[in-house]
């Protein structure tokens, strides 16, 4: 269990396109950097006001987001950030297109001071409007370490989450003094302590984004899924990374891939004899990681950042007639989980320095394990 937990926080993402720095006003301090991929889609956009930081980049890309990072004017009035602020979200929805993003699903962030202007954007009733972009284009908002809130305006704001580390007691109390603001205008808004550092925030960011697009089904509209001759036909488990679809071939043990509506799947990576199949895929962190059954039952994972690794057995076997596991890695915890669909259903689940242990054995099958806002 160790070396899973190595993998997932020395793994190296893969390698994303160059960052273009645009111009969003007239003076020299207004530019905004956009990551993109690719231009060919219209993806779910991330305004992260302030530095995003390393890890909340790689999560960002990873799960199909276009990120555009705002620095905003150090030390000027409050109405001068906001302004700032609201500029450049402005430009953002008019240019944004041309780098495969979508301007009418814009998410907002912002950290430390960068927090407070970014969520007065997502409650000024007029700031928005008055520069030509529409308020319910913005989908949901995250904020991490910020004060003093700008108060409610009695209207509905996006569904916002408000990030504070676990030990500042002062965060906490205005993050909790805001939601409660935000909830009395109709308005959704969780708070939570930030747990496993920079990861951790970032893991809980992006998990809220995704909540907030599920329905649209960001990460694959963009991809067909029409058979084809070199489709496998027993396709066990699918995860979309870096627009990019990945499937585990549950008849060999090989990952297939798909770049593009028009392209082929190809093979990616064969893990050899030694397997029989992929079992599951899940994304954790920076990578994805397949789940491999051995010819004699037995489990082990393998982890891609650069290339895929070499597979490490797992301290578990699945249970007489399971068929179909699931695996669940959670690097912002520390954990993995892995459930076997058989007769009842049975979660068990792998922690660093600990044994396995069954935690749910139900009567009905587990057919899948999904992580959301800290809880699986």
Request: charged content about 20%.
């Amino acid at each position: 269990m160790a070396a899973l937990l190595k993998a997932l926080l020395f793994s190296n993402s893969a390698a994303a396109a160059a960052p273009v720095e645009l111009r969003y006003g007239d003076t020299p301090a207004e530019v905004l950097t956009i990551h993109a991929d690719d231009a060919r889609g219209a993806l779910p956009v991330v305004v992260h006001y302030g530095s995003p930081g390393r890890a909340l980049i790689d999560l960002l890309a990873l799960r199909g987001y276009v990120l555009v990072v705002v620095p905003l004017p150090e030390n000027p009035s409050t109405t001068h950030r906001a302004a700032a602020a609201a500029d450049a979200l402005a430009f953002v929805a008019r240019r944004i297109a041309s780098h495969g993003g979508d301007p009418d699903r814009l998410h907002l962030a912002g950290t430390g001071a960068a927090a407070a202007t970014a969520a007065r954007l997502g409650a000024d009733v007029e700031m928005l409007p008055g520069r030509r972009v529409r308020r319910d284009a913005v989908d949901a908002i995250a904020l991490r370490g910020g004060r003093a809130y700008a108060p409610a305006v009695g209207q509905e704001t996006p569904p916002t989450l408000l990030l504070h580390a676990s030990d500042d007691a002062l965060a906490r109390r205005d993050a909790e003094r805001y939601a409660a603001r935000l909830r009395e205008s109709g308005g959704s808004a969780e708070v939570a302590a930030i747990a496993g550092g920079a990861r951790g925030e970032g893991a809980a960011i992006v998990a809220w984004f995704d909540a907030a697009s599920i329905a649209r089904v960001g990460r694959f509209e963009q991809l067909a899924f029409e058979p084809a001759a070199d489709v496998p036909t027993g396709l066990a488990t699918l995860v979309a990374a870096r627009r990019h679809l990945l499937a585990g071939d549950g008849a060999a043990p090989r990952v297939v891939r798909k770049d593009a509506p028009a392209a082929p799947w190809r093979v990616e990576h064969d893990f050899g004899e030694r397997y029989a199949s992929i079992a599951a895929l899940a994304v954790a962190d920076a990578s994805v990681c397949a789940l491999l059954r051995g010819a004699d039952a037995a489990l082990a994972y393998s982890c891609r950042g650069r290339r895929w690794s070499k597979p490490a057995a797992l301290p578990l076997a699945a249970p007489a007639g399971a068929r179909n596991p699931a695996l669940l890695v959670t690097e912002a915890s520390g954990r993995a989980a892995v459930s076997f669909v058989s007769s009842g259903g049975r979660i068990v689940r792998v922690e660093s320095g600990a044994a396995a242990r069954i935690e749910l054995d139900g009567d009905a099958p587990v057919l899948a394990l999904a992580w959301v806002d800290g809880h699986a």
